[in-house]
């Protein structure tokens, strides 16, 4: 059966979004650099937020609490309220910052959306992505947005009951293997993979241990309406 | 028309919620005890936290920051990294917590799903809320389920469109006059306020000023049924 839904992942599939969250790193790094390393810290980070993942799930708010509660291990408890308080500035100061779109979104967007239904589906905080969606003028393109709090094959399939969407006429485009494609493939529905320069280490995967069919790749979505027309063939 | 859909708030409606703020809150204030006084405290995280509701949202991440910024700010500064620990312990506990349904909740939904259709709609935190739906053990009983960032007008109004429901057949229950009453009364719809003895300040209104057609008030859950048929004679 030909495609007839595509659904898009939002944060660095459409818009730049691991670039705020790099940028917020570094200046929690250079906040904790007279006490440590900035690949020492960075690393503790990471620990911590995995080992939150459970409690706070995704999100800005999230990696707020676990830099927080970083900076207060990484400083065994020195850590002065005015350095709090900095990080929280920090993280209002990412969900405050403007959506920039990646580059060929907008067009490409504009011209598949008569020829097919498009969507969003997006994990994460719902009232961050809501905002980011709002902000980035993309709206009126999409008929449906999903906003999910963890991307499975099992979250998949819920979304494809609820509209009515048969697998073969679903495809999925995004920049992570773990979220946006594996899951998909799994349900034997198409996954576009379009890496992207910065994707959080959590989100990576092995692109070329993928032989489900169904999987392609593509540099950059300006290229995403050409492979519908292979596809379509 | 007769009433055919159902929805529910959650947070207070069908299980404690506040209870559990206040809790934290009461951990709060001894934490701040030797700084401030508990009416004092209380007052500034109010404020603090409806400063940063245009920022972080509703729910207990936002509480967490909240009450770490409060926190700074009340003693200058000089909150140390243990205590900022431990509001973020407060908060992971608050999101542990067990689910305790309200009183005749349960008898009362697994007597109405055979002759309406039980919807949740609730607003918060994505995350938060699906896992209370999931401990609850009411999942069963809904047939959709409907996380929002906040109850306005247009939001009912979006969720009547997606599932195609007429208002006149639309009754809301819930907690909150702000959030779960005024709005579905303007759209036209029905609107059953079941007032709990702990509602956070920012949900409160003035039940007396309702003159809206399509307003009923009742003391608890159990009595809800009674209502529906004297609504349906």
Not at 37 to 66: C, D, V
Not at 170 to 190: K, Q, T, W, Y
Not at 191 to 208: F, I, K, M, Q, R
Request: hydrophobic share 40%; net charge negative; charged share 20%.
């Amino acid at each position: 059966m030909p495609i007839k839904i595509i659904a898009f992942d939002a944060d660095d599939t459409l818009w730049h979004n691991e670039s705020i969250y790099v940028s917020a790193q570094t200046q929690f790094k250079q906040l904790l650099a007279h006490y440590h390393s900035p690949e020492w810290i960075e690393q503790h980070l990471y620990q911590t937020e995995m080992r939150n993942l459970a409690h706070f799930g995704y999100g800005i708010k999230s990696f707020a609490l676990s830099m927080i509660e970083t900076a207060v291990e990484l400083t065994e408890g020195q850590i002065t309220g005015v350095d709090i308080q900095k990080i929280i500035d920090i993280t209002k100061a990412m969900l405050a910052a403007d959506v920039e779109l990646l580059d060929h979104v907008a067009e490409t967007l504009a011209s598949l959306r008569d020829a097919y239904t498009l969507m969003v589906i997006t994990k994460g905080d719902l009232r961050d992505q809501e905002i980011k969606i709002a902000r980035s003028g993309l709206a009126p393109h999409f008929r449906y947005v999903e906003i999910v709090s963890e991307k499975s094959p099992d979250s998949y399939n819920a979304i494809l009951q609820r509209y009515d969407i048969e697998p073969t006429q679903f495809l999925m485009v995004g920049n992570s293997l773990r979220s946006d494609i594996l899951p998909v493939l799994e349900l034997g529905a198409s996954a576009v993979y379009v890496p992207h320069h910065l994707t959080w280490v959590h989100e990576t995967g092995d692109a070329s241990t993928i032989e489900q069919p169904g999987y392609y790749e593509i540099e950059h979505l300006g290229l995403l309406p050409e492979l519908l027309t292979r596809l379509g063939r």
